[in-house]
């Protein structure tokens, strides 16, 4: 019995978007189609649409792999896969095509029939996994229901079927740009990255908001954390980068001793920040990577502390995860960074405070005089933009692996680890001795600093080129190794 009309595509499956009222669901499949075809433009390829309820079907496409690619990184996409579609009559012809595509993969193997039904057929879905299950079942070694070596699946809408044996996953969640955009507070860690993207995943376009306090080196870490954001998961959005020239605020929270608890104070004023970001940009909420009791400043306290007085709402997607369950999406998304150089938080908690209150942040506050010096003076870059950004900055060479001949080395760390180890006769100095080592020893010596793990040094060795002088900056555990 001939078989007509045979053709090969991609059926794509959304989730919540099928459970949205008419308007809305027409919406958002518009926007899930608009993302898929900008993820396909970007890489160059084409594809022809067929929209029925529950599912997109794509074909008309150059390379299946690529589309493969871009499915798997739509949010919106529940699922995919690759299917092989006929006009039937009659079931046996189900049967005798399911013969065709997957008796020479049977053999050895049990097996599966699983079937769906969209449409006014003459049997059930349980007939037709009998009629084709009998027809694959001399080619197989059995049947296995619960966990079979081969799932046969049949999709049946109307006159026409569609067979594929491969679900491949896509990120779900709603498509990007059918919620209200958000701002990220981000860096180039592990949390905020994270964070972003799951509310990416909920359909909010975001923007990212860094502050930079040794710039250029811990913008690069975040850069390359946007990048893969921007290039791999904001299909259909391109977002606004800003980065804030954070060096003030060391001054401010570190060296003028003006401020009494500077771990907290330094998350009120990234807050405020974003406030003031997401009044330019129209957004409806600020993003942090923040986890409960992570680090001192996330206790519940400090929490209600530091959200005083920012009037829209702090989405904190991670708060009850653990660092092991954030790092593996981290991996899994493409953000987990290669290296760290640290946080500037614990420079800015080096006394621990727990339980702040609101009116010490803003006793604190009132100190905090330079917002609009900060936004000001901030770089802004479109997503698209970014790429050339990083490569541009990667080019710089702070980080050294070597020690130069007759540098000067400055150890940042407390007294107490400088005490137990130190390198050769490395000059002990916090931060607020930067300049004055350079004015003692003169701009044309060559200066390597080292902190415990690179972004304090990081910001002294920017401070001291900054001053004209040749600098460099490293880890503790790396200059050991120079040793």
Known sequence: MAVADETRLIIVRYSEVGLKGNRARSMMINKLRSNILDGLDRIGERTDFTTERGRIFLSGYSTQENVFDVLSRTMGVKSFSPVVSIVYDHTEELAEKAV?????????????????????????????????????????????????????????????????????????????????????????????????????????????????????????????????????????????????????????????????????????????????????????????????????????????????????????????????????????????????????????SQTVVLNASADDIDRDMESYDIQEKLLKNRIILKGNEVGEYLRNLSDEDFEITKLPDNSIVVDLRSKLSYNEWHYGDAINSGLGGVRNIIEENGRDKIYVFYCQKGLQSAYAASEARNLGARSYYTSSEKIRKMK
């Open 100 to 348: 065709e595509l997957y008796s020479h993969i049977l053999p050895g193997k049990k097996f599966a029939v699983r079937s769906r039904r969209a449409g006014g057929q003459n049997f059930t879905t349980k007939e037709l996994n009998v009629i084709v299950g009998d027809a694959l079942y001399k080619y197989s070694s059995g049947v296995n229901l619960d966990e079979p070596e081969v799932e046969v699946n049949i999709e049946v809408r109307n006159n026409r079927a569609y067979f594929y044996t491969d679900v491949r996953k896509g990120p779900g969640g709603l498509p990007l740009g059918s919620e209200a955009p958000m701002v990220a507070l981000m860096s180039g860690g592990i949390d905020s990255p994270v964070a972003a993207w799951m509310i990416m995943k909920r359909g909010s376009p975001v923007d990212f908001v860094f502050m930079s306090l040794s710039h250029p080196i811990d913008t690069v870490e975040f850069l390359r954390a946007a990048y893969v954001l921007i290039k791999d998961w904001a299909l259909g959005y391109n977002p606004t980068v800003h980065i804030i020239d954070g060096k003030p605020l060391v001054e401010l929270l570190v060296l003028s001793h003006k401020i009494k608890i500077p771990g907290v104070t330094y998350k009120r004023i990234l807050y405020s920040l974003a406030l003031a970001i997401s009044a330019e940009r129209g957004a409806y909420g600020i993003i942090t990577g923040e986890s409960l009791g992570q680090v001192s400043s996330q206790t519940p306290q400090n929490l209600l502390a530091i959200n005083h007085g920012i009037d829209i709402p702090v989405y904190r997607p991670l708060i009850g995860m653990d660092k092991d369950e954030i790092s593996d999406m981290g991996r899994n998304i493409g953000t987990f960074p290669l290296t760290s150089k640290g946080e500037f938080c614990a420079l800015f």
